[in-house]
């Protein structure tokens, strides 16, 4: 299976911050790459995603941040507030086959 | 609300035993995926259904199964549970038919927390 390695595992960032998680890939064959948010309690929901024609994509206080030649992509959130605490997952979907997520990364945001 | 329902939301067994857990996804969504999340491992995907019809296979043991009713609701059967099966299992739900893509959007349901004691 297609191979998403995330970093950090943890992260804890003061109220205002910003918030930066990685994610390297394996595969060339891909669609968009796209992050998950996770509260605890919860189930994953899609929060942002990219495609691979462009470079960044922003939503708000969240960023995407794609460096194709590196095979890596990375999450931005600006302005981190207590309430983004929760784990962050990014995902490649392979073409032709189904999303394979990273190990996550929890955020921890102080107030 | 994802739209997608998943019960039970605790299940509490022993070794050796057996269990289901029951999917329904949201209403117009053709594929069902159940996943495994654990702290060590993450989001693990285990297999995934479309339109009734096994689609993908993960990381799914074989002491393990899914099935897909024709009303398209989804149950994952845990047989001989160990100890380390111990997780909480989310069931997600999309349009796609799993060939990746854009429209692979997944919406997942609480999950079910397993322990096994």
């Known amino acids: 299976q297609q191979q998403v390695k995330q970093s950090p595992q943890s992260l804890i960032v003061q109220k205002g911050g910003i918030s930066i998680i990685n994610c390297a890939y394996e595969n060339t064959a891909f669609d968009y790459f796209p992050w998950y948010q996770q509260f605890p309690g919860k189930g994953p929901a899609l929060l942002i995603a990219i495609r691979p024609d462009v470079s960044e994509k922003k939503e708000g206080r969240f960023t995407i941040s794609f460096n194709k030649s590196a095979k890596q992509f990375s999450l931005h959130i600006m302005d981190s507030q207590p309430g983004d605490s929760a784990t962050y997952f990014c995902?490649?979907?392979?073409?032709?086959?189904?999303?394979?997520f990273g190990k996550g990364t929890m955020l921890l945001v102080s107030p | 609300d994802s739209g997608v329902t998943q019960t039970p939301k605790h299940l509490i067994t022993a070794t050796g035993q057996r269990v289901t857990l029951r999917c329904s996804p949201r209403s117009g969504d053709l594929s069902v995926y159940w996943y495994q999340q654990s702290l060590d491992q993450g989001l693990q995907f285990l297999i995934q259904?479309?339109?009734?019809?096994?689609?993908a296979k993960g990381n799914i043991l074989e002491r393990f199964s899914a099935q897909q009713f024709p009303d398209l609701h989804s149950e994952l059967n845990l047989s001989s549970l160990e100890l380390g099966d111990s997780a909480l299992y989310f069931c997600?739900?999309?349009?796609?038919?799993?060939?990746?893509?854009?429209?692979?959007?997944?919406?997942f349901g609480s999950g079910t927390q397993l322990s096994v004691l």
């Open positions: 259904y479309y339109n009734g019809e096994e689609r």
């Open positions: 995902a490649s979907p392979p073409r032709y086959s189904t999303l394979t």
């Open positions: 997600a739900s999309s349009v796609a038919s799993g060939t990746g893509g854009t429209n692979e959007k997944l919406f």
